[in-house]
């Protein structure tokens, strides 16, 4: 998926979702259509590639075709307000794949043919239009490693029904990039999904609502059939297909918790006034995380577990938390080989996730602290101020080291290209090298 595939393309976890749980049905009832005509997608300027030009491809790209920028109508962002987020995308080739809240429908616009592939319409009943539409999901939909599904969690406005109001109700679907076809649809209650997709690991789908005012709520489904294989409060984030890591609120405390995703036990507790516990990196070396105190003041930390039994192996100073991310694709991610690229709004850092060693750091004196940073197999993305305006930079993720700058400030990126804000709207660019 580019962006969307972030832990998957290491063969450990992917994304995050949000949602409220029920079983799902085989096929789902979500209809797909092909191209409505209308475009949706426009070229900025240039020579645009289309028609039966060949898809330029760079694994990982390092620069980006100034000319010929593509606008997508269905991605809002601003470059004028680069603290707003973008609207969450996943790149699936040459698909750029969104949820429209206004339409509610799961959109997919191919940037090579400028136009929309196919679209699908809500799984449940959905209002009509009314001028005002739902936030949409806080995160992007996830595409799966071998590219032929992409999993989307959001929330659907139902209709008034004679004295019964509407109201928002959760669903998560799988679907056919291919076809735009729904494999499967979850009903996940009567809820609004603040959240979306928040991995994708193993043959399961994390998905994880955070906007709830009983706070936050996780669902794993099952990825080839939709179906519940747990449904717990609180927001989990996977480490693998075995464990991950929760905030348990109980009248005694606030308890960071690693917990089977199996039968949701408790593995190991850390701490009784805990404000985050979140998984930032996992492979099979081990798993880092970052907890910080509530309301405490105190110094962010992370802790080294082990992958499988979830025990704490040591206790790490200053591992910053991630929860100032900024813009919608920011998260951190895992690069390949030992090294774990922590992105944040303020900068990143890399650890070997063996030892829990900090391997190279970006919050120096010496070095500008990026924002908008994601990864692609291997290489950080990010954008930094050079000058007073934002530019591009391409970082080694084992190393730390620029490989590129002044590029373009993309922050979604995959083997074709990437996309960035424009002027009220994403725009998408061709990798060039």
Same mark, same amino acid.
């Given at each position: 998926m580019g962006h969307a595939r972030r832990w998957a393309t290491v063969g450990v976890a992917a994304l995050l979702v949000a949602g409220c749980g029920a079983g799902g049905s085989d096929e789902g009832s979500g209809r797909a259509s092909g191209s409505t005509g209308a475009g949706t997608a426009t070229s900025e300027g240039g020579d645009a590639q289309g028609g039966g030009a060949k898809v330029p491809t760079f694994d990982p790209p390092k620069a980006f075709e100034p000319r010929g920028g593509i606008v997508l109508h269905s991605v809002k962002g601003d470059a004028s307000s680069p603290s707003e987020p973008m609207t969450p995308v996943a790149l699936s080739g040459t698909l750029v794949i969104s949820y429209d809240p206004e339409t509610q429908q799961l959109t997919a616009v191919d940037v090579m043919k400028e136009d929309q592939a196919w679209v699908l319409d809500s799984p449940v009943e959905a209002a009509p239009p009314q001028g005002k539409s739902n936030p949409g999901p806080g995160l992007p939909p996830v595409v799966s490693e071998d590219g032929k599904t992409v999993y989307a969690a959001y929330s659907v406005r139902t209709p008034d029904s004679g004295t019964t109001k509407g109201g928002e109700r959760g669903v998560a679907v799988a679907v056919d990039i291919a076809t735009g076809k729904a494999k499967w649809t979850a009903d996940l209650g009567a809820q609004g999904i603040g959240g979306g997709v928040r991995q994708l690991v193993g043959d399961r789908v994390v998905v994880w609502n955070r906007s709830t005012s009983e706070g936050a709520h996780t669902w794993i489904l099952d990825a080839s059939t939709g179906k519940t294989v747990l449904d717990r409060d609180g927001g989990i984030t996977a480490a693998n297909d075995a464990i991950g890591t929760v905030v348990d609120v109980e009248f005694e405390g606030r308890f960071g918790r690693v917990v089977s995703l199996t039968d949701g036990k408790t593995l190991a507790? &850390?701490?009784?006034?805990?404000?985050?516990?979140?998984?930032?990196?996992?492979?099979?070396?081990? &798993?880092?995380?970052?907890?910080?105190?509530?309301?405490?003041?105190?110094?962010?930390?992370?802790?080294?577990?082990?992958?499988?039994?979830? @025990?704490?192996?040591?206790?790490?100073?200053?591992?910053?938390?991630?929860?100032?991310?900024?813009?919608?694709?920011?998260?951190?991610?895992?690069?390949?080989?030992?090294? &774990?690229?922590?992105?944040?709004?303020?900068?990143?850092?890399?650890?070997?996730?063996? @030892?829990?060693?900090?391997?190279?750091?970006?919050?120096?004196?010496?070095?500008?602290?990026?924002?908008?940073?994601?990864?692609?197999?291997?290489?950080?993305?990010?954008?930094?101020?050079?000058?007073?305006?934002?530019?591009?930079?391409?970082?080694?993720?084992?190393?730390?080291k620029d490989i590129a700058s002044g590029g373009l400030p993309v922050e979604v990126v995959n083997e074709h290209g990437g996309i960035l804000r424009a002027e009220g709207s994403g725009a998408f660019y061709f990798a060039n090298a």
């Amino acid at each position: 998926m580019g962006h969307a595939r972030r832990w998957a393309t290491v063969g450990v976890a992917a994304l995050l979702v949000a949602g409220c749980g029920a079983g799902g049905s085989d096929e789902g009832s979500g209809r797909a259509s092909g191209s409505t005509g209308a475009g949706t997608a426009t070229s900025e300027g240039g020579d645009a590639q289309g028609g039966g030009a060949k898809v330029p491809t760079f694994d990982p790209p390092k620069a980006f075709e100034p000319r010929g920028g593509i606008v997508l109508h269905s991605v809002k962002g601003d470059a004028s307000s680069p603290s707003e987020p973008m609207t969450p995308v996943a790149l699936s080739g040459t698909l750029v794949i969104s949820y429209d809240p206004e339409t509610q429908q799961l959109t997919a616009v191919d940037v090579m043919k400028e136009d929309q592939a196919w679209v699908l319409d809500s799984p449940v009943e959905a209002a009509p239009p009314q001028g005002k539409s739902n936030p949409g999901p806080g995160l992007p939909p996830v595409v799966s490693e071998d590219g032929k599904t992409v999993y989307a969690a959001y929330s659907v406005r139902t209709p008034d029904s004679g004295t019964t109001k509407g109201g928002e109700r959760g669903v998560a679907v799988a679907v056919d990039i291919a076809t735009g076809k729904a494999k499967w649809t979850a009903d996940l209650g009567a809820q609004g999904i603040g959240g979306g997709v928040r991995q994708l690991v193993g043959d399961r789908v994390v998905v994880w609502n955070r906007s709830t005012s009983e706070g936050a709520h996780t669902w794993i489904l099952d990825a080839s059939t939709g179906k519940t294989v747990l449904d717990r409060d609180g927001g989990i984030t996977a480490a693998n297909d075995a464990i991950g890591t929760v905030v348990d609120v109980e009248f005694e405390g606030r308890f960071g918790r690693v917990v089977s995703l199996t039968d949701g036990k408790t593995l190991a507790t &850390v701490g009784d006034d805990v404000g985050k516990f979140e998984v930032i990196g996992s492979t099979d070396a081990g &798993v880092l995380t970052t907890t910080n105190d509530w309301g405490s003041g105190e110094e962010d930390r992370g802790f080294l577990l082990d992958p499988k039994a979830g @025990t704490v192996r040591k206790e790490l100073p200053g591992v910053t938390s991630p929860s100032e991310i900024q813009g919608a694709n920011a998260e951190c991610t895992t690069t390949p080989g030992k090294a &774990v690229a922590m992105c944040l709004g303020s900068g990143a850092r890399g650890y070997d996730l063996a @030892t829990g060693r900090v391997v190279w750091d970006l919050f120096t004196k010496d070095r500008i602290a990026p924002s908008h940073v994601t990864q692609f197999h291997g290489q950080v993305y990010a954008v930094v101020d050079n000058n007073g305006s934002p530019s591009g930079v391409v970082i080694d993720g084992q190393t730390g080291k620029d490989i590129a700058s002044g590029g373009l400030p993309v922050e979604v990126v995959n083997e074709h290209g990437g996309i960035l804000r424009a002027e009220g709207s994403g725009a998408f660019y061709f990798a060039n090298a």
